[in-house]
C-alpha cells in the first residue's frame, strides 16, 4: 500500500501515527538478528518501515533484500532509499524492478553521499546527477507505481535568506516533478522545524511532511549524531543532558522526555502533522521508550497466541525449552539475553547485534571541513610529524584526530603519559581505555551507569604500527599469558593469539537488581568488519591535501603499509602492565636503528 494513502486514511479517522527507519548492518549475524528485531517492534505498530540505501551505495543488494524480507517474510509495509551514487541507470532499473517484485510501493529517491573514498560527489557514467533526476526517472518508467518521497531539510532556515529561499525553490521544483511526501532530516530545535514547515506551506508545496525524530540513546551517540548532521542543539538540551552525560541510562531517560515533548509541540502546532518517523539506529528500547512517553503504545507488553516465537537467530534456532517463568513475557526473556547493545559506548560492540554496523549509521567521513582539519593537523612531512600529532592527542593538546572527533576522555587523563610515549615510539593509537578494578558508577572518570553500582574494564590498546615494529611487539606480547591481540592489515588477513571464537568483555559493570551488563567487547568478526572504516578515514585524512603533495603520500603510504592492531590486558587489576611490552619493544626498535646527530631514528624519521 502506498504510504501515502496510509497518512490520509490516518487525517481521515484523526489518528497519530508513526513508522521507523533501520539500516543494512554489516554482518550477517547482525542482519538475522535485525529481522528478528523489526518483527519484534511490528508490536509497537508502526505504519510503515523504511530501509536506507547504504551511503556511497555499497550495500544496494542488501537493502533489496531486506525490502524483500521485510515486505514477504514479516509482512510489514516498506519503504526503500534508492540514491544516485554509484548507481548507473541499469542498477537503478534493477533496484526498482526488484522492489516492485517484492511489493514494495514506496521509494525515498536521494542523490546520496561521496562514494567511499572521495571528497566530492560526482555521478557515474550513465547515472543520475540530482535527485530530480531520478525522480523523473521513476516516473518515465513506472508512472504512478511508486509513491516517491524526497528529503527535507528544516537546518535551511539557518542559512542566509537568499540561499534559504533558493533551497525551497530547489524542494518545489523536486515536488513538482512528481513527490508525495516529505521525510525531513534529524533535528531537535523544534522552532526551527517549525519555521521550515510554515516556509515549506508558504512556498506552495502542500503534500504531507513526515518529521524524522531521532530518540536520544546515549551521550556519545547523541554528540555524534547531531555532529554528523550538524544538528543544532538547543542549550536546554545540552543543560538537562551533560550534568549526566557518563550515566547512559538516565541520559536516555531525560532525553525521551526532552524529545517527547519536541513531538507533542510538532503535533499541537496547527502543521496538519499527524505523524512521526523515528530513526532507531537499529535499537529498539529508545524508540519503544519515546513512544510510551507520548501514550502512543501500550505500557504493558501484548501477549502472543504461543507462549513464545522461535527466535530466527542462529543462536535460537534450535531452541526447543525455556523456563516456564516467562511463558506470558517472551519480550522480557529475549531482551534480557540480547542486551549486549543497550549501551553502545565502545569503538566496536557485538558483531551479533542488529546496531552493529557503520560507526555512525551512515558512512564514513571526517567530521571536520577541509579547512577546519588543515588548521588542526598542519601538513605532516615526516612520520615523526604524524606521531607528534597523535601524542598531542593523548596529552589533550589537541582536540581531534580522524578517528577521534571528540577530545580524549576524562579517563584517558589516567594513562596520558603512558600513551604518549608509546605513540612516540612508533605506536600511533586509535582507541584506548585504562583498566580499572571495582570503580563507584558514579565515578566522574570512570564511572557509568546506574547509580551504587560498580564497574571495571581491562586494558585496551588499538593503533597502527609498520611490520618491523609490531613483530617485535608479538615477541613480546607472546611472553605475558595475560594478553590478547588481534592483527590484521588493509588486505584484511587476520592473525591473533585468541584461541577463543567468542567474545572478550572488556568492560562491564554490576548494578543493584540487575545482572551484569557487558557494554563492550573485542572480538574477530567485529574487528575485521571495523577493519575497513579505520582504514578509510586514514585515506579521508590524506585526501585534503593536494594529490602530489608529501602529506598524501605520507599518509597513504602509511595507511597502505601499517598494520592495526588491537591488545586487551585481562589482568584487570594491574593497571600498568599492559604498557610494558609496548615500552621493550619500543626501545628495541629504536636501538636498532641507524643513528644521526646521536638520535635514534624511527620509521625513516629522527625521533
Known amino acids: 500500500m502506498k504510504i501515502s ?17 533501520y539500516f543494512p548492518p554489516r554482518t550477517a549475524q547482525g542482519l538475522q538478528n535485525l529481522l528478528d528485531r523489526i518483527e519484534r517492534m511490528r508490536n509497537l505498530g508502526p505504519e510503515f518501515i523504511d530501509i536506507t540505501w547504504n551511503a556511497g551505495g555499497r550495500t544496494s543488494e542488501l537493502t533489496s533484500e531486506m525490502v524483500r524480507l521485510c515486505q514477504g517474510v514479516i509482512g510489514i509495509e516498506t519503504c526503500m532509499h534508492l540514491t544516485c ?54 516516473h518515465k518508467e513506472y508512472g504512478d507505481y511508486f509513491d516517491i518521497a524526497v528529503a527535507g531539510f528544516p537546518q535551511n532556515m539557518l542559512l542566509p535568506p537568499e540561499e534559504c529561499d533558493l533551497e525551497l525553490k530547489y524542494l518545489k521544483e523536486k515536488i513538482d516533478a512528481g513527490v508525495d511526501f516529505i521525510f525531513t532530516q534529524m533535528f531537535y530545535d523544534v522552532d526551527i522545524f517549525i519555521d521550515w514547515a510554515k516556509a ?17 540513546q546515549t551521550w556519545n551517540g547523541f554528540l555524534k549524531a547531531t555532529s554528523l548532521a550538524k544538528t543544532k542543539i538547543p542549550q536546554s538540551f545540552m543543560d538537562a543532558l551533560e550534568p549526566h552525560k557518563n550515566d547512559d541510562e ?17 503535533l499541537q502546532a496547527d502543521l496538519g502533522i499527524q505523524g512521526l518517523h523515528f530513526y532507531t539506529m537499529n535499537l529498539e528500547k529508545g524508540t ?36 516456564i517463568f516467562w511463558a506470558n513475557r517472551a519480550q522480557s526473556y529475549l531482551s534480557r539475553t540480547e542486551n549486549w547493545d543497550e549501551f553502545p559506548n565502545g569503538r566496536f560492540g557485538d558483531s551479533r547485534s542488529p546496531a552493529y554496523g557503520e560507526l555512525d549509521g551512515y558512512g564514513v567521513s571526517l567530521k571536520q571541513t577541509e ?52 605513540n612516540r615510539f ?20 570512570f564511572g557509568w551507569g546506574p547509580g551504587d553500582g560498580f564497574v571495571y574494564q581491562k ?14 611487539l608479538i615477541s613480546e606480547l607472546e611472553m605475558d599469558t595475560k594478553v590478547t591481540y588481534y592483527v590484521i592489515n588493509k588486505q584484511g588477513d587476520l592473525r591473533t593469539n585468541s584461541r577463543s571464537e567468542g567474545p572478550n568483555a572488556v568492560t562491564w559493570g554490576v548494578f543493584p537488581g540487575k545482572e551484569i551488563i557487558q557494554p563492550t567487547i573485542v572480538e574477530a568478526i567485529s574487528f575485521m568488519a571495523w577493519k575497513d572504516e579505520a582504514y578509510e578515514l586514514g585515506v579521508k585524512w590524506a585526501n585534503i591535501y593536494e594529490t602530489t603533495s608529501p602529506s598524501r603520500k605520507l599518509i597513504m603510504d602509511l595507511m597502505d603499509d601499517s598494520y592495526l592492531v588491537n591488545v586487551v590486558h585481562n589482568d584487570f587489576k594491574d593497571t600498568k602492565a599492559i604498557f610494558a611490552p609496548f615500552f621493550k619493544a619500543g626501545e628495541k626498535y629504536a636501538a636498532s636503528r641507524p643513528k644521526a646527530n646521536g638520535s635514534a631514528q624511527i620509521n625513516g624519521d629522527l625521533n
Not at 494513502?5 to 527507519?21: D, L, P, T, V, Y
Not at 502542500?206 to 530518540?215: S, Y
Not at 525521551?256 to 515533548?261: E, M, Q, R
Not at 586494558?459 to 617485535?472: D, R, T
Open 5 to 21: 494513502k496510509k497518512i490520509e486514511q490516518s487525517q481521515k479517522e484523526g489518528k497519530i501515527w508513526w513508522s521507523f527507519e
Open 200 to 216: 515549506v506551506r508558504a512556498a506552495g508545496i502542500t503534500i504531507p511532511i513526515v518529521p524524522g525524530i531521532a530518540p536520544i
Open 459 to 472: 586494558a585496551y590498546l588499538e593503533f597502527f604500527v609498520n611490520p618491523e615494529l609490531l613483530e617485535i
Open 288 to 323: 519503544k521508550m519515546l513512544l510510551q512517553e507520548l501514550n502512543l503504545v501500550p505500557r504493558v507488553e501484548t501477549l502472543k497466541p504461543l507462549p513464545w516465537r522461535q527466535s530466527l537467530t542462529p543462536n535460537r534456532r534450535q531452541e526447543n525449552i525455556r523456563p
Open 371 to 422: 579547512e577546519e582539519a588543515l588548521k588542526l593537523w598542519g601538513e605532516p612531512k615526516t612520520f615523526d610529524d604524524v606521531a607528534q600529532l597523535f601524542s598531542k592527542f593523548c596529552l589533550k593538546k589537541l582536540s581531534a584526530l580522524p578517528w577521534s572527533d571528540q577530545p580524549v576522555s576524562g579517563e584517558t587523563s589516567a594513562i596520558a603519559t603512558e600513551l604518549s610515549k608509546i
Open 426 to 445: 612508533g605506536f600511533l593509537t586509535i582507541n584506548s581505555q585504562p583498566a580499572v578494578n571495582g570503580a563507584p558508577s558514579d565515578d566522574p572518570k
Open 85 to 138: 551514487t554509484n548507481m548507473p541507470k541499469e542498477k537503478v532499473d534493477i533496484a526498482l524492478r526488484e522492489a516492485k517484485k517484492h511489493g514494495c510501493r514506496n521509494i525515498l529517491a536521494l542523490r546520496g553521499d561521496p562514494p567511499q573514498g572521495k571528497e566530492e560527489w560526482e555521478a557515474v557514467e550513465g547515472g543520475f546527477i540530482h535527485g530530480i533526476d531520478l525522480v523523473r526517472h521513476i
Open 250 to 266: 538516565k541520559v536516555r531517560a531525560i532525553g525521551t522526555k526532552l524529545v517527547a515533548d519536541m513531538c507533542r509541540k510538532i
